[in-house]
């Protein structure tokens, strides 16, 4: 099993913008409140099977989730199921937004009334 290794967003950006399939393990709450990533794979990190039986294992993977605390369970899961190019990003979606990477913005909040 390789390490997975911990990237930049504007490494990741890269990675993706060269093929490498993104994948987005927040929550839906989460990505409701800060957004989400236009193109970006959504996985349960408790269902991994569910999207990467049908994905290739030296398919390159960037792994973002709220913070890093997230996404290395899920990069080192990947690693130890074979996946031989996988990486995920320092600082989570905040840094890939912050980066000035594609995000949709949240919904803004309804007026209550």
Known sequence: ????????ADD??????????LV?????????ADGAI??????????LKAVFGLVAVDTPIVVVCGSVDGSRPVAE?????G???????DGGFAQWRDA????????????KG
Do not use: C, F, W
């Open 77 to 81: 899961a990947l690693s130890a199921d």
């Open 38 to 47: 236009p193109g970006a794979v959504i996985a349960d990190r408790n269902d």
């Open 12 to 21: 990741a950006g890269k990675r993706v913008a060269g093929g490498a399939l």
């Open 83 to 89: 996946y031989s190019d996988v990486a995920h990003v």
């Open 1 to 8: 099993m390789t390490t997975p290794e911990l990237i930049t």
């Open 100 to 111: 000035g990477l594609p995000v949709t913005d949240a919904p803004a909040e309804q007026p």
């Open 24 to 32: 987005d393990v927040r929550s839906a709450p989460r990505r409701a």
